[in-house]
DNA sequence: AAAAATAACTTATAACATAACGTAATTGTG
DNA sequence: CACAATTACGTTATGTTATAAGTTATTTTT
């Protein structure tokens, strides 16, 4: 089944990788360039949701950026704590909060297939240097 | 202080209030050119930045929509549950999850203030017919 | 009435994302 | 091995979302 062995995810998961924090997917396109000058945009971004689907990357909404996944185990939900000032974001998982949002929504019937929860704020660094801009 | 009485931000409230579902900024532009047929994207995105600060509307990140506030008392968080069948955008606000969720992140020296937490999966209408495309 | 403050208008463009269709590579099956 | 099936990737074009920067207008304060 025509994969080029997946090369091109391969590169975007590296490239994610490389770096602590997001990346758009122009960020990605940017670095890719430099070795494969001719790259579009729906390559990246269709690479982008399938490593998102295999819980490789993370798409960080509040961004429109993308991670790689810190944690080994995917498939996992994820909180991500996101500082506004230095860009810094942490990946968390908390199996029980899930738990419990799913409870929150089950009560009206709803079935939750997917999490998105990301918190806004100051890292450590940041909220003890006395506030951002 | 020259502020036309608020008179655009009553208007998208309105507007947003109108509808059930969630509007990007573009469908609140497309409602609001029959009234004012020269408003442009300038205009809406900041009146709906003024009015999600107040609390009274809520950007949905993972739809890059809004939706006006279910709830009087504001400035709260909410839980989003968003079916991916039918549109449907659930509001709740569970104040001790939040707590949780902050204590997740303040193991780490974080310090919360925004909150995005939007379920995706299937509200009981669409649970109950068997699923979705 | 002048100054201060904020909201809105305007123009232009930046940034993000996908539709639609074509091509290439790998694997399983006959 | 040939060939269909499948999936990744390429290509072109365009659609959608969002903001920068500078101007104008309105209302309140002084």
């Known amino acids: 089944m025509g994969k080029r062995s997946n090369e091109m995810q391969s590169q975007i998961l590296e490239v994610l990788r ?3 924090g997001p990346l758009s997917a122009y960020d990605v396109i ?13 390559t990246v971004y269709r690479a982008l949701e399938t490593l998102a689907g295999r819980g ?11 991670i790689a996944c810190r944690y080994a185990e995917r498939q996992h939900a994820s909180i991500f704590a ?4 230095c860009g810094a974001v942490e990946e968390s998982s908390a199996p029980d909060l899930f738990k419990g949002l799913s409870r929150v929504a089950g009560q009206s019937g ?3 297939t997917r999490h998105v929860v990301e918190l806004h704020g100051l890292c450590s660094l940041c909220g003890a240097r006395g506030m951002p801009a």
């Open 82 to 85: 996101i500082c506004d000032n």
């Open 110 to 112: 709803f079935t939750v």
């Open 30 to 42: 940017g670095e890719l360039r430099q070795v494969s000058p001719k790259i579009a945009p729906p």
């Open 18 to 20: 490389c770096h602590r």
């Open 56 to 66: 490789l990357v993370h798409r960080l909404e509040s961004l429109k950026a993308f």
